[in-house]
């Protein structure tokens, strides 16, 4: 917005010549749309909240909790796992607020940028939170944001704001069924490979134990 501000000074002080009045005048209004159209550069934001599970398994797996494909109007896909007292799938469509998805997108730069928003400072002494996992999908690149399920951390509000919103929504029962289920669990299924590379990244997991070597005995 600075540089509008700058044409604005420009325009004020060549408002009597009528060419240069015209042309700043395109310009400001060209600056001015850029700016506030920053935000709509981006085809969709998935949002998964879930926990690393090893249980009846060999290999640590994702267990996910909620899977969300958000798009700029508001309107999630939402696909959420029940385990107890009936484990179950279900898919469904509901409705967020617009302006949280500007928020989440604002607040994105800042986070990635903010040292103290790293997951390592985030997770340090908790180890019972769910990850929640953003990734803002853009034409030829995404953000990808990781956080924990903690309402505590400011420098989340915005994210967490969003995450709870969708979770209020669904526990009051405002939600159609969603029955074209294919392209949401294809997309799911890809986030989920996506976030078990990331974490192994962000924490590398315990190497396996070396192979016990039985010593010889001494004759």
């Known amino acids: 917005m600075d540089k509008v501000k700058d044409m604005l000074l420009l325009y004020a002080r060549f408002n009597n010549n009528a060419r240069l009045k015209n042309i700043s005048f395109l310009l400001i209004i060209f600056l001015v749309l850029s700016c506030s159209s920053k935000k709509d550069k981006y085809n969709d934001i998935e949002l998964m909240s879930y926990h690393w599970s090893s249980y009846k398994r060999p290999l640590p797996y994702v267990q996910c909790h909620i899977y969300a494909l958000i798009d700029k109007s508001g309107e999630v896909q939402l696909?959420?796992?029940?385990?107890?007292?009936?484990?179950?799938?279900?898919f469904f469509r509901i409705k967020v607020d617009q302006s949280l998805i500007g928020k989440v997108i604002e607040s994105s730069d800042a986070f990635l940028n903010d040292p103290d928003m790293s997951?390592?400072?985030?997770?340090?002494?908790?180890?019972?939170?769910?990850?929640?996992?953003?990734?803002?999908?853009?034409?030829?690149?995404?953000?990808?944001i990781n956080?924990?399920?903690?309402?505590?951390?400011?420098?989340?509000y915005n994210f967490m704001k969003l995450f709870n919103a969708m979770d209020s929504v669904y526990k009051s029962g405002n939600y159609e069924k969603l029955d074209d289920t294919l392209k949401l669990s294809a997309r799911r299924d890809e986030f989920i490979k996506f976030a078990m590379k990331i974490d192994s990244t962000l924490a590398p997991p315990v190497p396996p134990?070396?192979?016990?070597?039985e010593k010889q005995k001494v004759r």
């Open 79 to 90: 696909c959420t796992y029940k385990i107890y007292p009936d484990s179950g799938i279900g």
């Open 119 to 144: 997951f390592e400072k985030l997770t340090k002494g908790k180890m019972d939170e769910a990850n929640i996992k953003i990734r803002i999908n853009q034409n030829a690149s995404y953000k990808t």
């Open 147 to 156: 956080f924990i399920d903690d309402n505590s951390i400011p420098g989340i």
């Open 209 to 213: 134990p070396s192979k016990i070597v």
